[in-house]
């Protein structure tokens, strides 16, 4: 017998219901409306409005029953009411704030997850989780997941939301939401916000610290926003989490996000598990910076048991204090008006159960159907007591439980009673041995108009447009059926913050208001946030309303723009960027005045070449060094005609140089380390294929010196471009050079590759630079140049080093006075210059041309080109001995 405890403030019900937490989901599924279309997701990962990725390449209507069983689904719309809605094995990923999944029944079983997409920021609300259903089913195995989707951190700034964690020096606090956030040697800690009743907010980041971080890391961000509204019953054996995560380095920890759910009966396996937990501050594991608050959890119900755990903690670590607990409010709901005693759903009720042929202790329900259509469902609930009849065994209710044919239901029938019929099919999972036993029970329903009146929509007959301090606006709410107010009022709340308030009405299908813009009134889209009533709004029948936000808002059908301009930000350089001159446009929702670049916050750049007038602006951003690069416009930095100030907003864009690693030969190795952008340090590390070798680094991006370092540490303090050499290990060849380039450029080698240490090299024509230390076998040059082009490329040659006639060897020089840049370094065996060839170095250095080898040789070089520098003298001609042996 399974055993489900109580929930707060509630007593225990009969056994058959509390039975149904394990049961309803498996039951639910097998439970189809006749009418409506079956239509399956394909797999793969896709978007739910592409007709394509569905069977019958047709995206679900109204009604449809939706199967996904595998793949990942993206919902970026509103979905129509469905019929039943299957998820397992799958994940379904909303994204947009308004985007909702609606169905009778949805339900989502082992290896089905509800997933939300996107991070928020200050300036951005972009996704939540919310399923408006008849009935919702969360199996074992099954996940709703808000972890870290709520608003998100910022590298060294406070963290983003109501609730944002703060920072001071090198410490950073947690995020606030149920709670605060925690702290560390005095960073701020994130505010407590949103309702205890009925949260809608997501958890908020923590902030941001420099100190041990490298790169920088924003803070943990917080929980997301999760909303379940069911008419009927939600069962939950699975987990509904929408925790915080943890701050990376010195960060805060994000709070814990929000959980709201409202059904009229709530059933909650041992194994149910809703969760709004803060994020540990300071790393993973928790340490010296504030961890997240707790989040909030409302859960609002009029009976049901619930034996799992419900927690909106603070984080376990994190901070000195550590953060808040959260808050966790168990709201009880007027359960509306149902059939007779014996009812197990709005709408219909069974009368007698009578098995034909045999005795058992069979029990059926009615899923509740939504408030759009009279289309019942039924799904099968069993005592632990329930047999089947058979031949030989009687089996207990562990198996699969299907029905199989319905003669009756109480689809678009008017209040009365019918008799029919439901055929079950069973098999016990642990008797492989026995076949499926149909079993056929006869019903005498009762069905009763027995569903509340319910808010349909709230919508505006406003046209779409911006207004101002003075105007009014119309507010319409629209109700299932007609319904009237005697007394008290129906209230409206705005996004504004006012409440629209509506007087008594006669019976009516809507009821309307007046919203008066007051000034500072200010939203980009005028949207209905709340609703209640302090008088009763009932029918004919007496029933009263179920007062619930409905899945169609203002937003959803108007867009209109109240009061203080807004501006919005915008920039061509990417992100991140190398520009030195980063553009900016600022463009505000109407011409404003007063504003100029004095106006403008700036943080790591300068504002030049500020322009313009009205709504349009321009100015230059001048980064002054590497990292974030940030503008914001304040609050009231401009006003319009009216009198209005702006709505802040802000840009930021991180100023870094580009890394190019190019491997030469392709395919003969790789680079570990390597990224597009660096805005500090980066180590490379050279990975040689099978039977490859590495030889060394080039580029016009390698520091000095650093050609064989191994890993090669750059400080990325400009753009750099580094060449990875690889060998192999080859039988020594002859390569001839040219054309022009570097050394490295491999197309100019015949054979093509560049030549190894016991390879011998011709420059035979055109342009040869040496950048970085060399070493060959043999080196000719004729006809052509070699030039070094570096103070420390030394040029080694195992055995002769010959120039050949028409063969130069020279130097890029001269040197300035600040900084020698290059010389003529050669080691080599022998070295032979013919008549006709020269190792030029006139006019190379400070005091006409420096040139030195090491070699045992029988050479005069003549040098009479005039000087600069510390020494320079006038021009001559000038000597050097005969060397016979190494000399300098």
Same mark, same amino acid.
């Given at each position: ?23 309803? @989901? ?24 592409? +007709?394509? *990725? ?5 995206? #679900? ?44 029944? &949805? ?29 919702? @089913? /969360? ?105 915080? !995560? ?15 759910? %409202? ?89 007698? /159960? ?6 058992? *202790?069979?029990?059926?329900?009615? @899923? ?77 329903? %009762? ?69 008066? &813009? ?19 709004? %009932? ?39 190398? /520009? ?126 650093? @050609? ?20 192999? *290990? ?24 560049? #030549? ?10 055109? &342009? ?21 082009? *570096? ?74 080109? +005039? ?11 000038? %000597?050097?001995?005969?060397?016979? !042996?190494?000399?300098?």
């Amino acid at each position: 017998m399974m055993s489900i405890a109580a929930g707060p403030a509630m007593g225990r019900s009969e056994a058959v219901r509390a039975f149904a937490a394990a049961l309803l @989901c498996a039951a639910l599924c097998s439970a189809r409306p006749g009418f409506a279309a079956d239509v399956a997701w394909r797999g793969g990962t896709g978007w739910w409005d592409q +007709a394509a *990725n569905w069977s019958g390449d047709t995206v #679900p209507a109204a009604g449809d029953n939706v199967s996904i069983t595998s793949g990942a689904v993206v919902l970026t719309n509103s979905t129509p009411w469905l019929g039943t809605v299957v998820i397992s094995n799958a994940s379904l990923i909303f994204t947009n704030w308004g985007t909702s999944l609606s169905a009778e029944t &949805v339900n989502v079983l082992t290896g089905g997850v509800l997933r939300i997409s996107n991070l928020f920021t200050n300036d951005l609300m972009s996704n939540n989780l919310t399923v408006w259903c008849g009935s919702f @089913c /969360l199996g074992i195995g099954g996940l709703v997941d808000g972890d870290g989707k709520g608003w998100g951190g910022l590298s060294n700034s406070p963290g983003y939301g109501p609730g944002g964690g703060g920072r001071v020096d090198n410490e950073a606090g947690g995020g606030g939401h149920g709670g605060r956030g925690g702290s560390y040697s005095g960073a701020p800690r994130g505010a407590t916000n949103d309702s205890l009743t009925a949260p809608v907010f997501p958890g908020s980041a923590g902030g941001s610290s420099l100190k041990y971080q490298s790169p920088p890391q924003p803070g943990g961000a917080g929980g997301g926003a999760i909303r379940i509204a069911a008419t009927g019953t939600v069962s939950i054996a699975g987990i509904i989490t929408a925790n915080g !995560s943890y701050g990376p380095g010195r960060c805060g920890g994000g709070s814990g996000g929000a959980i709201f759910i %409202t059904a009229r009966d709530l059933y909650g396996a041992a194994t149910a598990v809703v969760r709004a937990n803060g994020g540990n501050g300071g790393g993973q594991s928790g340490g010296a910076s504030g961890g997240g608050g707790g989040g909030r959890i409302a859960i609002w119900r009029s009976g049901g048991d619930f034996a799992g755990s419900v927690t909106a903690d603070r984080a376990p670590a994190g901070g000195d204090p550590l953060g808040e607990p959260g808050t966790v409010y168990w709201g009880i709901l007027p359960r509306p008006q149902v059939a007779p005693s014996n009812s197990f759903g709005r709408g219909a009720s069974i009368r007698t /159960l009578a098995p034909v042929g045999g005795e058992t *202790n069979l029990l059926l329900a009615l @899923c509740d159907s939504g408030p759009s259509t009279n289309a019942m469902q039924w799904a099968l609930l069993a005592t632990n007591d329930f047999l089947f009849p058979s031949a030989t065994n009687g089996l207990l209710p562990t198996g699969t439980v299907q029905i199989v044919q319905i003669t009756n239901s109480a689809s678009g029938k008017s209040p009365g009673v019918y008799t029919g019929e439901v055929v079950f099919s069973a098999m016990h999972s642990g008797m492989i041995d026995v076949p499926p036993v149909l079993l056929p029970v006869q019903i005498v329903m %009762t069905v009763t108009d027995a569903l509340p009146p319910v808010i349909a929509s709230i919508v505006s007959s406003t046209p779409d447009g911006s207004y101002s301090a003075g105007e009014t606006i119309n507010v319409t709410v629209n109700f299932s059926g007609p319904v009237s107010l005697s007394s008290g009022a129906l209230k409206v709340l705005l996004d504004t913050g006012r409440e629209v308030s509506i007087g008594p009405f006669a019976p009516s299908l809507s009821a309307s208001g007046s919203y008066v &813009v007051q000034a500072g009134d200010s939203t980009p889209d005028l949207d209905a946030v709340g609703v209640s009533t302090t008088g009763p709004v %009932t029918n004919a029948a007496g029933r009263g309303l179920w007062v619930e936000l409905p899945a169609v808002t203002i937003a959803d059908v108007r867009n209109i723009v109240l009061g203080r301009p807004t501006v919005v930000l915008d920039t061509t350089a990417s992100e991140p960027t190398d /520009l030195q001159d980063i553009p900016v446009t600022a463009v505000f929702s109407v011409p404003v005045y007063g504003f100029s670049a004095s106006d403008l916050v700036v943080s790591n750049a300068v504002v030049t070449n500020f322009g313009g007038s009205g709504a349009d602006y321009s100015f230059i951003l001048k980064p002054q060094g590497r990292g974030v690069v940030r503008v914001d416009v304040p609050e009231n930095a401009a006003v319009d005609a009216s009198g209005n100030g702006n709505v802040s907003n802000s840009l930021s864009r991180t100023f870094a140089y580009r890394l190019d690693v190019t491997v030469l030969p392709p395919g003969r190795g790789a680079v570990s380390g390597t990224d597009l952008w660096y805005n500090l340090n980066v180590s490379l590390s050279p990975v040689p294929s099978e039977g490859c070798f590495f030889r060394q680094w080039s580029g016009p991006g390698l520091p000095e010196g650093q @050609c064989l370092a191994s890993p090669l540490n750059l400080v990325m303090d400009r753009p750099r471009t580094i060449l990875a050499v690889f060998g192999t *290990n080859t039988a020594p060849t002859t390569r001839t050079w040219s054309g022009s380039g570097s050394w490295f450029t491999l197309a100019n080698w015949t054979p093509m590759d560049f #030549p190894y240490e016991g390879d011998d090299a011709v420059i035979a024509g055109g &342009v040869c630079v040496v950048s970085e230390p060399l070493q060959v076998y043999r080196l000719t040059v004729t006809n052509a140049t070699l030039l070094f082009t *570096n103070w420390n490329s030394t040029l080694k040659v195992g055995n002769l080093m010959a120039v050949r006639t028409g063969g130069v060897v020279t130097a890029a020089g001269p040197f300035t006075e600040q900084m020698p840049s290059n010389n003529i370094s050669i080691e080599c065996g022998s070295l032979a210059v013919d008549a006709g060839g020269a190792i030029q170095a006139d006019g190379k250095g400070y005091r006409g041309g420096y040139s030195w080898y090491d070699a045992s040789v029988s050479l005069w070089i003549t040098n009479d080109a +005039a000087g600069r520098g510390p020494g320079s003298g006038p021009p001559g001609p000038q %000597t050097y001995p005969k060397f016979d !042996s190494y000399a300098t």
